[in-house]
Nanobody, 115 residues
Framework: QVQLVESGGGLVQPGGSLRLSCVAS????????IGWFRQAPGKDREAVSC???????YYIDSVKGRFTITRDNAENTAYLQMNSLKPEDTAVYYC?????????WGQGAQVTVSS
């Protein structure tokens, strides 16, 4: 049974940092493409960052230089380090995995950037 569980969300002031974690079970993360998406109230879900099986990475322009995606294949965990957070980063962040047996989503983690 494939499962993705996010953690690390919360409330942070502008300019602060958070690290999201995505723990995978039921599959070997090393062989899957992993992504982080976010959805703000009233907006469509958008891809924030992803890392492929060959460790190629993608970032949406608005987070380049501030967010870093990594994966620890031994721990079957992916991370999204978010620095210099802005109010417009406020959203529910979802972990996403796509691989040989399909595509799966985590339950989401709320990130709120506010003073």
């Amino acid at each position: 049974q494939v499962q993705l569980v996010e953690s690390g969300g919360g409330l942070v002031q502008p300019g602060g940092s958070l690290r999201l974690s995505c723990v995978a079970s039921g599959f070997r993360m090393a062989y899957w493409n992993i992504g982080w998406f976010r959805q703000a109230p009233g907006k469509d879900r958008e891809a924030v960052s992803c890392v492929g099986t060959s460790d190629g990475v993608y970032y949406i322009d608005s987070v380049k230089g501030r967010f870093t995606i990594t994966r620890d294949n031994a721990e079957n965990t992916a991370y999204l380090q978010m620095n210099s957070l802005k109010p417009e980063d406020t959203a529910v962040y979802y972990c996403y995995a796509a691989g040989p047996s399909g595509a799966y989503w985590g339950q989401g983690a709320q990130v709120t950037v506010s003073s």
